[in-house]
């Protein structure tokens, strides 16, 4: 979200504007063809909310896309803010307070120590400066509060799927990004692989199924637009082999 990737500048001579504030970027990434609504960032939630912020509280979803976490933290009794680099934003999240983070300084229009929680979900990857995200997150952030970074892991997605977006730029692996938040001043902090499948997390002695089928060489969607599979199982085998990463951390002085 910061750095020389999406500073624009309309001058004579000047680059053209990134890509990332265009608005036809989020219209396509989120199409209903690209990113069909689901269930999963209201499963995601819930399980967030148990194993890492503990109860409900203020919220920023940085970097909030059209939406679909802000409502589900919302349904859970959150008070949810989004901030985004496209103004684009605002429109796809009707009914919730959406801010316009700077692109050039990733700074966000928002006072200091007034979020309990920061959630940010495949932003980080976009930025050549990452650590500007972080060091915001925690600015904004309330003594004790929670920060949820989540991104590709680049040990599991360095064969292709990292760059099915060509916006993606930063890559991580596990230690890089536990560093990432102990650079930002973030305590406690933990960093590990995560498979984006509920029943993993419902029932941890089934993370051989996801190991399993990360072995097969099965073609799936989108990285291969002709893969024959149902939804369901395009799902299981997609995520079972573009496993994420997830980092947490505490901002101190509670």
């Not at 750095?3 to 209903?32: C, H, I, K, M, R």
């Not at 819930?46 to 509280?57: I, K, V």
């Not at 599991?156 to 799927?161: D, I, M």
Request: charged share 20%.
């Amino acid at each position: 979200m910061s750095g020389p990737e999406l500073v624009g500048s309309s001058g004579p001579g000047a680059a053209p504007e990134p890509v990332l504030l265009d608005a036809q970027y989020l219209d396509l990434t989120y199409s209903v063809d690209r990113a069909p609504a689901s269930d999963y960032p209201s499963l995601l939630a819930a399980h967030l909310l148990e194993r890492r912020y503990g109860r409900p509280g203020r919220l920023l979803d940085f970097g909030c896309g059209r939406g679909d976490a802000l409502r589900a933290f919302a349904g859970l009794g959150f008070e949810a803010v989004g901030a985004d680099v496209s103004p684009r934003a605002r429109a796809l999240s009707p009914g919730f307070e959406v801010v316009i983070v700077d692109p050039e300084t990733s700074v966000l229009p928002l006072p200091d120590a007034s979020f309990d929680g920061v959630f940010s979900k495949s932003v980080v990857e976009h930025m050549q400066s990452p650590i500007d995200l972080v060091r915001e997150s925690w600015r904004v952030l309330r003594p004790g509060g929670v920060l949820v970074v989540m991104t590709p892991s680049w040990e599991h997605q360095a064969w292709g799927p990292f760059y099915i977006d060509h916006t993606h730029v930063t890559p991580f692996t596990a230690p890089a990004l536990r560093d990432l938040l102990l650079l930002a001043g973030f305590e406690d902090v933990e960093s590990a692989f995560f498979h984006q499948l509920p029943f993993v997390w419902r029932h941890p002695a089934l993370r051989f199924v996801p190991g399993l089928v990360r072995r097969l060489p099965l073609p799936y969607r989108p990285y291969r637009e002709q893969a024959p599979w149902p939804e369901s199982l395009n799902t299981l085998i997609r995520f079972s082999k573009e496993v994420m990463l997830l980092a947490a951390g505490r901002k101190g002085g509670a």
